[in-house]
């Protein structure tokens, strides 16, 4: 008898590897675009790289399922930056969390988490920060 779906009997605990992940959890992506809509697509990545020297960008997030997380990492140049989140849902909302805001003389981290994935009423949240290479605790 073929099995059809994997149930708990099936999977032992510990028996997925991080090789057995989807795209979603393990992959990045490098972009270069620097203006208008760039969609990142959280089901193929989970890591986003911004290079260029970026200037009036919305960066719509697509794809997103409850309690996945995205990292999105501003390494190119900000100086006139002006960046917004949009997302593919019907009806969201997208809420900051912190009082970080974004530091266009430095390099930043932007995380979203999804709080709810349901099409009518998605929740997203995202903090950003700046961050440096630094090996000290």
């Known amino acids: 008898m073929a099995l059809t779906k994997v149930t708990s009997a ?3 605990d510990d028996a997925v590897s991080y090789d057995k992940l989807g795209a979603r959890f393990t992959e990045k992506q490098d972009i270069a675009t620097t203006s208008g809509t760039i969609n990142l ?27 996945q997380a ?4 501003l390494s190119g140049t900000l100086s006139s930056a002006v960046l917004t989140l949009a997302d593919d849902f019907t009806t969201s909302s997208i809420n900051k969390v ?11 981290l932007i995380q979203v988490l999804c709080v709810d994935d349901t099409d009518s009423d998605a929740i997203l949240t995202w903090a950003v920060a700046t961050y440096t290479t630094d090996t000290s605790a």
């Open 10 to 12: 099936v999977l032992n």
């Open 41 to 67: 697509d959280a089901s193929s990545y989970a890591i986003f790289e911004l290079t260029g020297t970026l200037t009036t960008v919305t960066l719509n997030i697509q794809n997103m399922k409850k309690g």
């Open 70 to 73: 995205i990292d999105i990492l």
């Open 98 to 108: 912190g009082s970080n805001d974004l530091d266009t003389s430095a390099t930043n």
